[in-house]
């Protein structure tokens, strides 16, 4: 295999050998920029997914690095993510206990799993696969998750105990409890909550009012969350309030990844397939919309092919060194993309900078609060919470509300492995019965043209012994029936029809069932005294039907346009 096809597979490869100076300054300067914001947001999600806090990290490091060399995306950020870390910690809170040793191994071979399966997807080029997922229903699933973990982490900001994976039990549960709130806890919880909801919107038009440069401006706001860390540590270190009950981060070990193995126990794999399936897609579909839009914006393009592959081997990376499943991240990835990001280099120093804060830092976080990693998480997640969705499906379609409202009270209701799941079910179940009644128009003559319009929605010349009917959908097992259906009906109901014309200039296939049907159509048109012709045929489906024997059994022609058709078969009004 030469470098130009090995390049295909291993992109880095591709624009590595045109890297230079001006690049490098925009990576070192977006790496600085992202690591800033994931040192905090990696502790965070570690938590979220029931982790220890250098779980984060390690998914952070590795991941970041083996992405770099195989994926196609410039400004990718991959690591991990809040609704994978939910995902996660639903998949493997019934198999094992938090804090044990088989709680990780579940997390390990969660992510190799998913490593797995995206490799696989990869190699044989199914990332079209993403398309049978509705954008509006994984919408909705991120909406409820966001809603979920962000209520997952109130008994952090009021240190207390509560559980449950839906939101009826975490509500129930919070409430029960809520007599034992710590309020040392939660005074620290709702200032920084409230400190970063205002760094998002209020502190970068404050720098910026006191003349400080956009971008420094845009770097001290990304590191908001860094200074909460900071000064909520040094207050807990400084007066002592761990002594008051006061949870805090502890010891988090001090060095680079560990080299680790997920387990090969065919049970636990067993119980972890479907999960890290799930995970799988979500995690692609949700990466490679990020990817895809940043891209677009200069004017380059991803192979969504190659991006399984990319993410595939960073969950293998992540299985190997102590992290847990990931995807890229919208946040982070937006902010790698703004700060100046040239190609995939800014991943690999930021990977750099985390290890030099796993290395140097991490016994500087011993007395961090777990209430602020959770004011992290529901100010980072609440983003995700986009209930115009609802609004915008009710206007536009029925069906999508009906789908999205359904994903949402799922996830809410019954958990996110119910609720994801029950998102793929709908979005392929959606895409079937739209299809599967495909959209008929009678069409007419518009006077003094030779084009055929809607009889419903403009004023054409008709013959009532001529009935022309418009399929604007390749026919397929699916959607057959209702076709012959509907010329059924509409033959039995208008006797003055005498022939029937299908309209195939949107046809781009006819499978063997819809042969069938269209044969059907023909005999029972045949049995009233009616012809069956076609118009319009795309060469592709001509070349099909010369296959088979209906062109012979037809009783009717092929018109080469509808308008041959209408001046065959009723003159007087195509002359008009």
Not at 55 to 75: D, M
Not at 117 to 141: D, E, Q, R, T, Y
Request: aromatic share 6%; proline share 5%.
């Amino acid at each position: 295999m030469n470098v130009a096809s090995l390049a295909r597979y291993v992109p880095i490869l591709k624009w590595g050998r045109t890297y230079g100076r001006n690049a490098l300054t925009g990576d070192v300067l977006a790496a600085v920029i992202v690591t800033i914001m994931l040192i905090p947001q990696s502790l965070a999600y570690a938590l979220l997914a029931g982790l220890p806090p250098e779980a984060g990290l390690y998914a952070s490091i590795a991941p970041i690095i083996l992405y770099a060399i195989f994926g196609t995306s410039r400004a990718l950020a991959v690591g991990p993510v809040a609704v994978v870390s939910l995902m996660t910690a639903a998949a493997i809170g019934n198999i094992a206990d938090q804090s044990t040793m088989g709680y990780a191994v579940a997390a390990l071979t969660l992510a190799a799993l998913s490593g797995a399966i995206l490799l696989v997807m990869g190699l044989l080029k199914l990332g079209f696969l993403a398309n049978f997922l509705s954008h509006p229903v994984i919408a909705g699933f991120i909406t409820a998750s966001g809603i979920l973990i962000a209520t997952s982490q109130i008994k952090h900001i009021l240190g207390i105990s509560a559980g449950g994976d839906t939101l009826p039990e975490m509500v129930i549960s919070l409430v029960g409890n809520l007599s034992a709130t710590n309020w040392i806890t939660l005074v620290i919880g709702v200032s920084a909550t409230t400190f970063l909801f205002w760094v998002r919107k209020g502190l970068k038009p404050l720098l910026c009012r006191i003349r400080l440069g956009p971008r420094l401006a845009d770097m001290v706001t990304k590191a908001g969350p860094v200074l909460v860390v900071m000064v909520t540590t040094a207050a807990v270190w400084g007066l002592g309030l761990d002594a008051e009950g006061i949870r805090i981060v502890g010891v988090v070990p001090q060095g680079l990844p560990p080299l680790t193995l997920p387990s090969f126990s065919t049970d636990l794999i067993r119980l972890l397939l479907l999960p890290a399936l799930l995970i799988s897609v979500i995690g692609f579909v949700e990466s490679v919309s990020v990817a895809q839009t940043l891209a677009a914006k200069k004017r380059q393009r991803i192979d969504p092919n190659q991006e399984l592959i990319g993410l595939g081997v960073a969950n293998l990376g992540a299985a190997f060194t102590g992290g847990y499943p990931v995807t890229g991240g919208f946040a982070r990835s937006v902010v790698n993309f703004d700060a100046g990001a040239e190609t995939p280099a800014a991943g690999i120093f930021a990977a750099l900078g985390l290890s030099i804060a796993a290395i140097a830092l991490t016994p500087l976080i011993y007395f961090l609060p777990t209430a602020t990693l959770a004011a992290t998480i529901i100010v980072a997640v609440l983003s995700l919470v986009d209930f115009s969705i609802l609004k915008r499906s009710w206007t536009y379609s029925k069906a999508d509300f009906s789908a999205v409202a359904a994903t949402i009270l799922l996830t809410l209701g019954l958990g996110v492995e119910t609720g994801v799941s029950a998102g793929v079910v709908l979005s392929i179940a959606l895409h079937l019965y739209k299809s599967s009644r495909p959209h008929l128009a009678e069409v007419g003559l518009v006077p003094g043209t030779q084009h055929f319009r809607n009889i419903h929605r403009h004023s054409v010349l008709t013959d009532p012994t001529l009935l022309t009917i418009r399929i604007d959908e390749s026919l397929y097992f699916a959607n057959a029936r209702f076709l012959e259906d509907y010329v059924a009906d509409r033959v039995a109901t208008d006797r003055p029809i005498r022939n029937v014309v299908l309209m195939c200039s949107a046809i781009n296939e006819i499978d063997l069932s819809a042969l069938e049907s269209l044969e059907a159509i023909n005999h029972r048109l045949e049995t009233i005294d009616v012809k069956l012709h076609l118009s319009e045929v795309k060469g592709p489906v001509m070349d099909r039907l010369k296959k088979s024997d209906f062109l012979d059994l037809l009783t009717g022609q092929v018109f080469l346009s509808q308008y041959d058709a209408m001046r065959a078969l009723a003159p007087e009004q195509a002359l008009t």
